[in-house]
């Protein structure tokens, strides 16, 4: 459903001159299956998402969403995917209900047919409660739903969520991640980007570790546990990290941005942070939202 192929990404940086912010990255992603990308700040993980989105173009390598390339069938792609991030917009004086029927017409879809998804997406998101409120007198949380429901309205095969849980409370958070497993199961393919490990421990079934704009390693936790033989998946990806920054700089290749994992300590620790609570699906959750 998604095939990325050493997919790279320059940017031309007035700073840093010619920066690789995603070098020769791989990975496939089926349906039904939740991919997390993990990586500390500046990794290179939204502008892979951004290409998966349509946009960015990469530099080199090539990116397939649900059969179709990011760059000949961009319009293609963008049907097949939706994205939701921590910061998407939500246009104040619309109410919830306008600003996802807005997008459910710029998609294409009939009034009718819209009007019934609709339905059954606030009923499943419950936000039924604020349906008719203008998107600038809700919370943070009630915007984030909004932009769950603008994503998923057009009923998308592809989900993406890139750093989605950030500044959310934890109840609201472990909303969404219940949300993000009934999606798998119904068969969606998704890819869970974010720089909290407890996450994509408790979320995904494979995971990417993504550092300094290149994939390190990629498998399911028991896979990376094993193979990198720690029983902890913290001790696993600072490993990874510490491997990756000695490798460079015995090539005589300094890391990307001449910062050391000392230098990253801050942003780091924050990998850490914000645990979310316990695995637990509630039995509405895991209702199909399709
Ligand atoms: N438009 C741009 N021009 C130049 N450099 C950029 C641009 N966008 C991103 N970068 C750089 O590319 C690198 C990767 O950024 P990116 O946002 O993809 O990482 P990330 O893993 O998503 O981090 P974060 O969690 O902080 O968003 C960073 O060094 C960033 O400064």
């Known amino acids: 459903m998604i095939q990325v192929n050493n997919l790279t990404k320059t940017y031309q940086d007035l700073r840093r001159g010619s920066f690789t912010a995603v070098d020769h990255v791989s990975f496939a992603v089926k349906p039904g299956e939740i991919f997390g990308l993990l990586g500390p700040n500046g990794a290179g993980k939204t502008t892979v998402l951004r290409i998966l989105s349509t946009v960015l173009k990469p530099t080199h390598g090539t990116a397939v969403v649900a059969g179709y390339d990011v760059v000949r069938d961009a319009a293609d792609v963008r ?80 989900l993406v969520f890139d750093e989605a849980t950030l500044g959310l409370d934890v109840m609201v958070a ?21 720089h909290i490990m407890s996450e994509v421990e408790r979320l995904c079934d494979r995971i990417a570790i993504m550092y300094q704009g290149q994939i390190l390693d990629t498998g399911t936790l028991d896979e990376l546990k094993q193979r990198h ?3 902890d998946f913290e001790e696993v990806f600072f490993s990874l990290l510490s491997q990756h920054e000695a490798s460079a700089s015995s090539e005589g290749n300094p890391t990307s941005e001449a910062l050391t994992l000392e230098d990253e300590a801050l942003s780091l620790e924050s990998l850490t942070e914000h645990a979310v609570p316990a695995k637990q699906a509630s039995p509405s959750a895991q209702d199909s939202l399709v």
């Open 229 to 231: 033989g720690h029983a």
């Open 174 to 194: 472990r909303n969404l991640l219940q949300v993000i497993r009934a999606l798998r199961d119904a068969g969606k393919c998704l890819i869970f980007s974010t």
């Open 79 to 158: 049907r097949s995917i939706g994205f939701v991030s921590n910061n998407t917009a939500t246009y104040d004086r619309m109410t919830a209900w306008e600003l996802v029927r807005y997008f459910g017409r710029l998609h294409g879809m009939q009034a009718d047919s819209l009007d019934q998804r609709m339905d059954a997406l606030f009923g499943k998101l419950r936000m039924d409660d604020f349906r008719d409120v203008p998107c600038a007198k809700l919370s943070t949380g009630m915007k984030q739903k909004v932009s769950i429901a603008r994503a998923l309205i057009h009923d998308p095969p592809v």
